[in-house]
């Protein structure tokens, strides 16, 4: 079974571009986390989508969004793009939204802001 | 506000010998715990949990132990083995109302030595 996938592995943008990440969860599941891993901190939580709605979100400004597709499938778009949004994106899936279930990652895609 | 800490950048130990893994959290409203593993170029991985109910979980070579009047949990592998080099994360979230985010730690590389 095909675990997550996420695409780009690696996107080089300028300040001032936008930046678009991609994710596949595992075969049947609904819901799909974002989080950020920038040099010397921990993951932090971006947002989460189930079954195509916006369920939670981090303490991250309005530039950061997303979505989820119908496939739930979802992409991360991050706007006004600056130095410090340069990190490690990582996409994670569980089978739906229930509190114990267990959330699985993908490899991420490393953003480089110049 | 790092609401989940871990204070050992780096841990080296030899094969054979216990691996410590130490966190501390400051948000009482956690309760459930789980701690994370990652190689280079891959996704954390799930590696064990512990409900705020328990003060001790064991899988294997692992086990995790919780203490919540001292707001610290701890990972412990024994036998360590040079395929557990990695960097484990330790992660906190709220079951009710948390809105499934995971709360992480920044990290600690731990290094088996032969």
């Known amino acids: 079974e095909a675990g997550v996938t996420q695409s780009p592995t690696h996107l080089i943008k300028t300040r001032g571009q936008q930046a678009t990440l991609r994710c596949s969860p595992i075969?049947?599941?609904?819901?799909v986390y974002w989080y950020q891993q920038a040099l010397g901190l921990g993951l932090q939580f971006l947002l989460w989508?189930?079954?195509?709605?916006?369920?939670n979100r981090g303490n991250f400004p309005p530039r950061f969004s997303g979505r989820q597709f119908p496939n739930y499938s979802s992409e991360l778009n991050v706007n006004a793009l600056e130095l410090e949004d340069s990190a490690l994106y990582l996409c994670?899936?569980?089978?739906?939204?229930?509190?114990?279930?267990?959330?699985?990652f993908g490899p991420g895609t490393r953003l480089t802001v110049l | 506000d790092q609401q989940v800490k871990q204070n050992s950048p780096s841990l080296s130990v030899q094969e054979g010998r216990i691996s410590i893994l130490n966190c501390d959290y400051t948000?009482?409203?956690?309760?459930?715990f789980l701690w994370y593993k990652k190689y280079p170029a891959e996704g954390p991985t799930f590696l064990i949990s512990?409900?705020?109910?328990?003060d001790k979980n064991e899988d294997g070579r692992f086990t995790v132990f919780l203490n919540k009047s001292a707001k610290h949990l701890s990972l412990h592998i024994v036998p360590s083995q040079p395929g557990d080099s990695a960097v484990y994360f330790c992660?906190?979230?709220?079951?009710?109302?948390?809105?499934?985010?995971?709360?992480f730690g920044t990290g600690t590389q731990l290094k088996v030595e032969l």
């Open positions: 948000n009482s409203m956690f309760d459930y």
């Open positions: 075969s049947g599941h609904t819901s």
């Open positions: 512990i409900s705020s109910i328990k």
């Open positions: 994670a899936s569980s089978p739906g939204a229930g509190t114990y279930n267990e959330q699985f």
């Open positions: 989508y189930d079954e195509g709605e916006e369920r």
């Open positions: 992660a906190a979230r709220i079951l009710t109302g948390g809105g499934n985010k995971l709360t």
